[in-house]
Structure formats: C-alpha cells, structure tokens
C-alpha cells in the first residue's frame, strides 16, 4: 500500500489563507446576504484550521478545544443569521444588504 | 381525423404556465454565460478590482510562503490527545465555564431563531402602517 507523504504544518496554513482571502472577497464584494453569510462561515473555518494546525504542531490540546468553541459559535450565528434572512425576505422579498438601509422594519 | 387530431382541436387553448411575482426578477433558464454575467453584476463595483487585486495578492503570498525558511517549513504535527483535550475543557481550571456559557448561547440561538421563524411579519406587509414607512425611509432621494 503506497505510503502518502507527511502534510507539514505550513501547507495547512497556505489553506487558511486561501479561505480567509476567499471569505474575505466574498464579504466586500457580494450582496446576497446568504453568501456574505458563508464567507464569514469561511473566516471562521480558516480561523479554525490555524487554531488545529498551531495546536497539532506544538502539541497544544487548547487548539482542538478552541476549534470546538468555534464551531458550535458559528453554528449559532449561522441559525440566527438564517432566521434573520428568511424574515428579512417575507418583508422587504429581498435579501440583497444594499437595499436593506435601516434595521427598522 | 385521429382522434388525437379531434382532441387537440377541440381543446381549449394551453393554459398559461403561473408566473409569480417573481418570475421577471428570477429567470429560472439562463445560460452558463448569463449566470456568469448576473453573478458579475450582483458584486459590488466599488470593491471589485481591489478586493481582486487583493485576493490575487494573498494568493500568491501564500503559494510561496512555504517555499521560504522559517519556523513552519515542514512542521511536524502530532495526532490529537483525546484525553488531554477533555482534561482542557472539562477541569474547573481549564475550559469548563466558557463551555457552559457555550450552551446557552447555542439555546438562546435555538430560542431566537424559532422566534424569528415564527413570527408573522411580512405576511401581508402592503397592510400594514409600517410597511410603507420602512418604504419611504429605504426609498432613495428625491423618491420620499
């Protein structure tokens, strides 16, 4: 069985920096609050891989513990994002944020 | 005359696919290029050439970040300690309070987003007062 090669740590932050500039794109040019909401999704996981990949490279366990917190956070603002969405849509039939220019309905 | 012939004949005219309100603003066959050219449209232009820019420059930093020397080059990395990651969050001196200040944030995201779901707004806003006060406050200039 062919022996795949050792991943280093810095490929591992070469891929958080590739999602973070994705995320970080998406959020300054998109309208569509759905997709400014998965880019913040893709900041946070790129955030998350730098916490697993230092934590795994300096034998840290308080990396995979932050990940953890990190996940369970985004899952909450990606629930209330969503609601906040589908609400937002029943009013205004537009999600686009450039068109939403005050927060009273 | 077949039948077939008959039927169609007789036949009132094909009713009308139901077109939603929607239908105009939401086209539901584009082509590969159209999508492309709305994608491009719907993001912003203020940010477009420099976020690109911007975005081709990390790119780039990153491809050849790992080509130079320094304390990430080949860095080894160990396989988690299950173990120890519990003893990090669940000692009183570790983690153990900002994970149950954790859980109740996730039920009060839970409680929000049932709350926001279930509310009735929108339903019929060309009624309602506030409707078209949000209107005239998001109407551009000189519109009001």
Same mark, same amino acid.
């Given at each position: 069985?062919?022996?795949?090669?050792?991943?280093?740590?810095?490929?591992?932050?070469?891929?958080?920096?590739?999602?973070?500039?994705?995320? =970080?794109?998406?959020? =300054?040019?998109?309208?569509?609050?759905?997709?400014?909401?998965?880019?913040?999704?893709? =900041?946070?996981?790129?955030?998350?891989?730098?916490?697993?990949?230092?934590?795994?490279?300096?034998?840290?366990?308080?990396?995979?513990?932050?990940?953890?917190?990190?996940?369970?956070?985004?899952?909450?603002?990606?629930?209330?994002?969503?609601?906040?969405?589908?609400? =937002?849509?029943?009013?205004?039939?537009?999600?686009?944020?450039?068109?939403?220019?005050?927060?009273?309905? | 005359?077949? $039948? %077939?012939?008959?039927?169609?004949?007789?036949?009132?005219?094909?009713?009308? $696919?139901?077109?939603?309100?929607?239908?105009?603003?939401?086209?539901?066959?584009?082509?590969?290029?159209?999508?492309?050219?709305?994608?491009?449209?719907?993001?912003?232009? %203020?940010?477009?050439?420099?976020?690109?820019?911007?975005?081709?420059?990390?790119?780039?930093?990153?491809?050849?970040?790992?080509?130079? %020397?320094?304390?990430?080059?080949?860095?080894?990395?160990?396989?988690?300690?299950?173990? /120890?990651?519990?003893?990090?969050?669940?000692?009183?001196?570790?983690?153990?309070?900002?994970?149950?200040?954790?859980?109740?944030?996730?039920?009060?995201?839970?409680?929000? /987003?049932?709350?926001? /779901?279930?509310? %009735?707004?929108?339903?019929?806003?060309?009624?309602?007062?506030?409707?078209?006060?949000?209107?005239?406050?998001?109407?551009?200039? /000189?519109?009001?």
């Amino acid at each position: 069985m062919a022996s795949f090669p050792e991943i280093g740590a810095d490929w591992y932050f070469v891929l958080s920096v590739v999602l973070f500039g994705i995320g =970080l794109y998406g959020i =300054l040019t998109q309208k569509s609050g759905i997709r400014i909401l998965m880019c913040v999704e893709l =900041l946070l996981n790129a955030a998350n891989i730098n916490f697993v990949a230092f934590g795994s490279m300096y034998a840290q366990d308080q990396g995979f513990a932050y990940a953890l917190f990190i996940i369970a956070i985004a899952a909450a603002e990606a629930a209330v994002g969503l609601a906040i969405f589908v609400n =937002l849509f029943r009013v205004r039939h537009t999600i686009e944020l450039d068109q939403i220019q005050t927060l009273r309905w | 005359v077949s $039948p %077939d012939e008959t039927s169609s004949a007789t036949a009132p005219a094909a009713a009308e $696919p139901e077109t939603s309100q929607y239908a105009e603003e939401v086209p539901t066959t584009l082509s590969k290029d159209e999508r492309r050219a709305k994608r491009w449209e719907e993001t912003k232009t %203020d940010f477009k050439w420099a976020t690109a820019l911007l975005f081709v420059l990390v790119l780039g930093l990153s491809a050849v970040a790992p080509l130079a %020397d320094g304390p990430f080059r080949r860095a080894t990395t160990y396989e988690e300690d299950l173990p /120890g990651m519990t003893q990090v969050i669940f000692s009183p001196e570790g983690l153990v309070v900002p994970f149950e200040i954790l859980s109740v944030l996730l039920l009060a995201a839970l409680i929000a /987003g049932i709350a926001l /779901g279930s509310r %009735d707004v929108g339903r019929e806003p060309e009624d309602s007062a506030w409707r078209d006060r949000s209107a005239e406050a998001n109407a551009p200039e /000189g519109e009001a």
